[in-house]
């Protein structure tokens, strides 16, 4: 059974750093391309960031580029977001997700998710 | 970037009703739309995956079509575990684009 696990969570303050991670199992980690996506309160589903299996293609929507790091460790089953200069729009539940078992850039599993608290 | 717009923003039904959701792209995704059932305080779960094939475990009451710029999720006789908030997806251009939602409600 496929289990991705986010940890790192918590309050911030605006303009603080935060290292989130996910770890996976139940599936073949390092052949699957992994993403954040994140929901804010009230708010819809937003896709952060995606990871290709190798690492060799990383993307992220404009609110996250400059700011966010996504990497994975696949020796480790595990994913990570570095987020910098953190505001209060990035205030929300932060899920890890897995790509591949139905096509690329589709999310088949995801994790329960985390939250970020960005205030001052 | 692709804007999904997702009609109607609210859906009240009673269970054992027909459910018809609809999305609309800005522009052609071919068949490259998900749909995901989200319900307060857990995950998403993905549904339905180019336009019309059913995920793993997915009940045969949930079905997807359509091509282009516009998609149907429909859930053929509504159970109370279905009132759920609906979300598609599209998979064609980066972003990564999600329509803004339609809530299910029990009426």
């Known amino acids: 059974e496929v289990h991705l696990v986010e940890s790192g969570g918590g309050l911030v303050k605006p303009g603080g750093s935060l290292t989130l991670s996910c770890a996976a199992s139940g599936f073949t980690f390092s052949t699957y391309s992994m993403n954040w996506v994140r929901q804010a309160p009230g708010k819809g589903l937003e896709w952060v960031s995606s990871?290709?299996?190798?690492?060799?293609?990383?993307y992220y929507a404009d609110s996250a580029k400059g700011r966010f790091t996504i990497s994975r460790d696949n020796a480790k089953n595990s994913l990570y977001l570095r987020m910098n200069s953190l505001r209060a729009e990035d205030t929300a539940v932060y899920y890890c997700t897995s790509s591949g078992s139905y096509g690329r850039g589709y999310f088949d599993y995801w994790g329960q998710g985390t939250l970020v608290t960005v205030s001052s | 970037e692709i804007v999904l717009t997702q009609s109607p923003a609210t859906l009240s039904l009673s269970p054992g009703e027909r459910a018809t959701l609809s999305c609309r792209a800005s522009?052609?995704?071919?068949?490259?739309l998900a749909w995901y059932q989200k319900k307060p305080g857990q995950a998403p779960r993905l549904l339905i995956y180019?336009?019309?094939d059913r995920a793993t475990g997915i009940p045969a009451r949930f079905s997807g079509s359509g091509s282009g710029t516009d998609f149907t999720l429909t859930i053929s006789s509504l159970e109370p575990e279905d009132f759920a908030v609906y979300y598609c997806q599209q998979r064609s251009n980066w972003p990564k684009t999600f329509g803004q939602g339609t809530k299910l409600e029990i009426k």
């Open positions: 522009q052609s995704v071919s068949s490259y």
């Open positions: 180019d336009a019309s």
């Open positions: 990871i290709s299996s190798s690492s060799s293609y990383i």
